[in-house]
């Protein structure tokens, strides 16, 4: 085929059969037809006419479409929402226009809200009320934390420090009205602490420091409480439908710090001091293999961006840019030969060494490998 054969195209722009090649060798058997829904869902960009075979058009998709395509088949493995999919790739990088992302979060957040007040009205149903009755609803709402404050195993509220029954349904409660439905609680320092030993930041978060750096968890508990007005459901859609194309990039990187950096140096410490909840943090330790947290991260920077908490985050996103670094380090150190490692951890002190080496068994078992995708 000559070149006018074939007007525009570059060798580096894929057609079909060149992505379904690379997703096979992946290990992603796709057809046309995924690759049809994948551009109809806007998760990978439409090609464009090249040129001609023949009668037949030829038609080429980007260069970094190969890339795209080989996120969306990692991030599938564990979600197939075409909306959290969207935003993914978004984090990652990849061309999604800002509109769609927008929109993906705003569909996302609302079915999120409607399901939470589902179940506040069937468990109004349940005790024979009527949940359009403001009484009723905040009855109903104390008996669904209880039932949630009661479950363990896998749930979304951690039990990381020991918390009486009747504390730790009542800061459920606080919890479903405050970043549930961003109602303004009037809660006693009691109720604020307890919160905080519900989710497991406190006492580590108010008691640990790392280095020359205080705990980062300081003021009143009772702080927290003016929380909704920011990060609860109700004022996320609101930041989300606001926010236009420079809001969202402007949140980009510090998303992709808290999604990818925070979860990677909250394993870290956790190991550098054998204590995964060394930080008041671990329950942030795999978020980045719960992609349905994005939903949350995006609109919750948005909002601080909005509120004014620019040099807060970017002190945060500076911070956490340390951990790919200081991760690839403790890697290295794999390669080296053992003698070697052990002859330079000689002449440390005992503390270090025991740190040294929970970072190395950690590095070992892979709590530090990460997914290069940025």
Not at 72 to 83: A, F, G, I, M, N
Not at 110 to 139: F, K, N, Y
Not at 186 to 200: D, I, N, P, Y
Not at 302 to 321: C, F, P, Q, R, Y
Request: aromatic share 4%; glycine share 6%; proline share 7%.
């Amino acid at each position: 085929m000559t070149p006018s054969q074939e007007p525009g195209a570059q060798p580096a722009e894929p057609d079909s059969a060149v992505l379904l090649q690379a997703a096979a060798r992946a290990g992603a058997e796709i057809s046309d037809r995924m690759l049809e829904t994948f551009r109809a869902q806007g998760l990978i960009p439409r090609p464009r006419r090249a040129g001609h075979r023949g009668r037949s058009p030829i038609w080429r998709y980007p260069p970094d479409t190969g890339r795209q395509l080989a996120a969306l088949l990692r991030w599938r493995q564990q979600t197939k929402d075409p909306d959290t999919l969207k935003v993914l790739l978004w984090v990652d990088g990849f061309a999604i226009p800002a509109a769609d992302v927008g929109d993906a979060l705003a569909r996302q957040l609302r079915a999120i809200t409607q399901t939470m007040e589902q179940a506040i009205s069937q468990q109004a149903r349940r005790l024979g009320l009527d949940p359009v009755d403001d009484s009723a609803r905040s009855r109903a709402i104390d008996a669904l934390a209880r039932t949630l404050a009661a479950q363990r195993g896998t749930t979304p509220i951690p039990r990381r420090s020991r918390v009486p029954a009747e504390d730790r349904a009542s800061a459920v409660a606080v919890m479903i009205r405050t970043f549930g439905l961003a109602e303004h609680v009037e809660g006693t320092a009691a109720q604020a602490a307890a919160v905080e030993r519900v989710l497991g930041i406190a006492p580590n978060g108010r008691r640990h420091a790392i280095a020359d750096s205080g705990p980062w968890l300081t003021g009143p508990a009772e702080d927290l409480f003016a929380a909704g007005t920011m990060v609860g459901l109700p004022s996320l859609l609101d930041a989300v439908n606001d926010a236009s194309e420079a809001d969202l990039a402007a949140a980009r990187q510090t998303v992709v710090a808290i999604f990818r950096h925070l979860p990677l140096m909250v394993r870290m410490i956790g190991a550098m001091f054998g204590d995964e909840n060394y930080t008041g943090l671990a329950a942030f330790s795999q978020i980045d293999q719960h992609p349905e947290t994005i939903v949350y991260i995006v609109p919750m920077v948005i909002a601080m961006l909005k509120a004014g908490w620019n040099e807060n985050l970017d002190a945060v996103t500076s911070a956490l840019s340390q951990a790919p670094d200081l991760a690839a380090r403790a890697q290295r150190v794999l390669a080296m030969p053992n003698a070697i490692v052990q002859g330079n951890l000689a002449g440390q002190p005992a503390e270090f060494r025991e740190r040294a080496q929970r970072l190395i068994d950690a590095a070992i078992k892979g709590q530090f490998d990460v997914d290069a995708c940025d």
